[in-house]
């Protein structure tokens, strides 16, 4: 198993010494789940009556609670991952273990073409695996793809609602702080659209597990210069809690 550089020791074994397991006193959780990291928007959405909290795993940073709402009649559960891809790859897991097995997550990405709009939609059909946590599920690779079913039905709503989307490559990176002007060009010469933190991980944990998942974006920052524009992307409210809705539209696609 030894190689040159650790992060290429890939091991198969599935036997893993912690392996993830629903906590005490958890419901278990329903085959559909949205992973949203808008805050904001899941704070907003926990006030409704209709949502109630289902279960919920620990970590050193607190509580990670996961949620269940009811859509169209049928449950569907929700969580925050966390920022980076060992925590959000851990949180997928909790879900996986407590029984989800359909997946559709949202964010923001940062745009290495700066002719992609602030909110823009981007539906990822693989990702380059600049991060180290995939690289724990999946032989090494230099990409890793989203789950075709799941690109499938983001695809059949966005079209169903008349939306405006691309699909594309995607950059996952585990330091924001390091995207060099270099490492921006040599991305882009490889086709990637957007750079984000997770969407390999998420990717090779659910290949790993047998589940299906599938993310859309909305473009936000802009890395394509020699100096980084924010664009606020962050403050794009309206596009943030519709991208929820169609999340959840298109998880239950599946």
Not at 6 to 16: K, M, N, S, V, W
Not at 107 to 122: C, E, F, P, T
Not at 182 to 209: G, I, P, S, W
């Amino acid at each position: 198993m030894r190689r040159e550089y650790p992060i290429l020791e890939f091991d198969p074994d599935r036997g893993a010494l912690i392996n993830p397991r629903p906590s005490k006193g958890d419901a278990p959780l329903p085959e559909h789940c949205v992973i949203c990291f808008f805050h904001e928007v899941l704070e907003r959405i926990c006030t409704q009556d209709s949502v109630r909290q289902i279960a919920c795993e620990s970590s050193e940073m607190g509580k990670h609670p996961v949620f269940q709402l009811e859509y169209e009649g049928r449950p569907i559960a929700f969580l925050h991952p966390g920022i980076g891809a060992p925590m959000a790859a851990a949180l997928l897991e909790y879900a996986i273990a407590g029984g989800a097995r359909k997946f559709v997550a949202v964010g923001g990405a940062g745009v290495l073409d700066r002719s992609v709009a602030v909110g823009h939609l981007i539906v990822p059909t693989s990702a380059v695996r600049d991060e180290g946590t995939s690289y724990h599920y999946l032989p090494p690779a230099r990409e890793v793809g989203a789950g075709p079913e799941a690109v499938a039905a983001i695809e059949t709503v966005l079209q169903r609602h008349h939306l405006p989307y691309r699909l594309a490559k995607t950059w996952t990176t585990d330091a924001f702080y390091r995207e060099t002007p270099a490492k921006v060009r040599l991305r882009r010469d490889e086709d990637c659209l957007t750079v984000e933190m997770e969407a390999a991980a998420f990717f090779a944990v659910a290949q790993f597990r047998g589940v299906s998942f599938g993310q859309i974006l909305y473009g936000g920052d802009d890395v394509s210069g020699e100096v980084w524009d924010s664009r606020e992307w962050n403050s794009r409210v309206d596009v943030r809690e519709r991208l929820f809705r169609l999340a959840c539209e298109a998880c239950m696609e599946m």
